[in-house]
């Protein structure tokens, strides 16, 4: 008679490769803020967190790859996603319709559609996860890819009334490009919601220099200066080019 099974262990995340320069300004002036046993140091279950010395951001290095989120990451992150759709209706009580970027199985599109059941909640990842978050009517469109790319810049050009990115821009090579897709995408007027990690730990994307950038855009940020969650009103001037 076999005894009883050990506890299933949760799978070990695989990271990208390690890069030597900012993804926000390009940089090679890179600080170790979280040392000890990261992947470079041979145990690859944490990933350390780096600062630029030129404008601050702060990003996981070697970062986690798109679509390989920990399960006790993902729980941590559904609890955000109440709070940030709560945090949201007070801004956008009754959006017609929504971008989930960087979705995966759309998780935040099935927590936000108890507080805004008559919007219409799209989702675009760069992994074929939408398609079966589509398949199962979590969301109603699916595009698969990123907002740099051509094709969904020009499908999807001032097409939402909210854009969403849940911790997407410490994942991608270009947070910069990525957060002027998610404009372009974003009717004059809408809203930008931009959730960052714990700014205790795991702060990747500064938010004084976020929230610089979005006004440079021709945003106005609605949250603080030093928020996890920034929330940002693309003006009615403000071009999608």
Same mark, same amino acid.
Request: glycine share 8%; charged share 25%.
């Given at each position: 008679?076999?005894?009883?099974?050990?506890?299933? +262990?949760?799978?070990?995340?695989?990271?990208?490769?390690?890069?030597?320069?900012?993804?926000?300004?390009?940089?090679?002036?890179?600080?170790?803020?979280?040392?000890?046993?990261?992947?470079?140091?041979?145990?690859?279950?944490?990933?350390?967190?780096?600062?630029?010395?030129?404008?601050?951001? +702060?990003?996981?290095?070697?970062?986690?790859?798109?679509?390989?989120?920990?399960?006790?990451?993902?729980?941590?992150?559904?609890?955000?996603?109440?709070?940030?759709?709560?945090?949201?209706?007070?801004?956008?009580?009754?959006?017609?319709?929504?971008?989930?970027?960087?979705?995966?199985?759309?998780?935040?599109?099935?927590?936000?559609?108890?507080?805004?059941?008559?919007?219409?909640?799209?989702?675009?990842?760069?992994?074929?996860?939408?398609?079966?978050?589509?398949?199962?009517?979590?969301?109603? &469109?699916?595009?698969?890819?990123?907002?740099?790319?051509?094709?969904?810049?020009?499908?999807?050009?001032?097409?939402?009334?909210? /854009?969403?990115?849940?911790?997407?821009?410490?994942?991608?090579?270009?947070?910069?490009?990525?957060?002027?897709?998610?404009?372009?995408?974003?009717?004059?007027?809408?809203?930008?919601? /931009?959730? /960052?990690?714990?700014?205790?730990?795991?702060?990747?994307?500064?938010?004084?220099?976020?929230?610089? &950038?979005?006004?440079?855009?021709?945003?106005?940020?609605?949250?603080?200066?030093?928020?996890?969650?920034?929330?940002?009103?693309?003006?009615?001037?403000?071009?999608?080019?």
């Amino acid at each position: 008679m076999s005894g009883p099974s050990a506890p299933s +262990v949760p799978p070990v995340p695989s990271y990208g490769p390690y890069r030597r320069d900012c993804p926000w300004c390009g940089s090679r002036r890179l600080r170790a803020r979280l040392r000890g046993d990261g992947p470079r140091q041979g145990a690859p279950h944490r990933s350390p967190v780096e600062r630029c010395a030129d404008c601050r951001h +702060v990003f996981r290095n070697p970062p986690l790859p798109p679509g390989t989120e920990h399960p006790v990451v993902r729980a941590g992150v559904r609890v955000r996603h109440g709070l940030a759709a709560r945090a949201m209706f007070r801004h956008c009580p009754e959006p017609e319709s929504w971008l989930d970027v960087g979705t995966g199985d759309a998780d935040f599109p099935l927590t936000a559609r108890a507080h805004f059941p008559y919007t219409s909640f799209d989702g675009l990842d760069p992994t074929h996860r939408v398609l079966r978050a589509r398949a199962v009517e979590r969301v109603e &469109e699916a595009f698969v890819g990123w907002l740099t790319d051509h094709h969904i810049a020009v499908r999807l050009r001032e097409r939402y009334d909210v /854009v969403s990115l849940f911790q997407y821009l410490e994942r991608v090579a270009d947070p910069r490009a990525e957060l002027r897709g998610a404009l372009r995408v974003l009717r004059p007027g809408g809203h930008l919601l /931009v959730d /960052v990690a714990d700014p205790r730990r795991l702060f990747p994307v500064h938010a004084v220099g976020l929230n610089a &950038e979005l006004v440079a855009q021709g945003c106005t940020v609605l949250t603080g200066a030093r928020a996890h969650r920034v929330i940002a009103r693309k003006d009615a001037s403000a071009s999608a080019a």
